[in-house]
């Protein structure tokens, strides 16, 4: 599985962008997606996962009502909506793919960054204030 996140860039806080994260694979609704974020001398921190079929999605408390993680399985894609930006969502934002699983079971499994197989190469997001 290969995965490509594009979609990021420069803007203003309480502007908006939309993530994309384009996957290789024929079995794409089976997987799991993921975003996760790494700022500067951070650790990697979890954002958002979504289940095979979209219908379960998992939030980080920190981007909950702001963000939202969607998927189109016709094209293999998982985005995120970033809206309300604040300049500490400044971040290399990555997509993640589980291969091994369909559903979200728990936010502690969407959450660790071991339950993922696949990772994009990120996408920078900066937000000026």
């Known amino acids: 599985v290969q995965l490509q996140a594009s979609g990021g860039g420069l803007v203003q806080a309480g502007g908006s962008l939309r993530l994309s994260c384009a996957a290789s694979g024929r079995t794409f609704s089976s997987y799991v997606m993921g975003w996760f974020r790494q700022a500067p001398g951070k650790e990697r921190e979890f954002v958002a996962a979504i289940s095979g079929g979209g219908r379960n999605t998992v939030y980080a408390d920190s981007v909950k009502g702001r963000f939202a993680i969607s998927r189109d399985n016709a094209k293999n894609t998982v985005y995120l909506q970033v809206n309300s930006l604040k300049p500490e969502d400044t971040a290399v934002y990555y997509c993640?793919?589980?291969?091994?699983?369909?559903?979200?079971?728990?936010?502690?499994?969407?959450?660790?960054?071991?339950?993922?197989?696949?990772w994009g190469q990120g996408t920078q997001v900066t937000v000026s204030s």
């Open positions: 993640a793919a589980d291969a091994t699983r369909a559903y979200v079971p728990s936010y502690t499994y969407a959450a660790g960054p071991q339950s993922y197989d696949y």
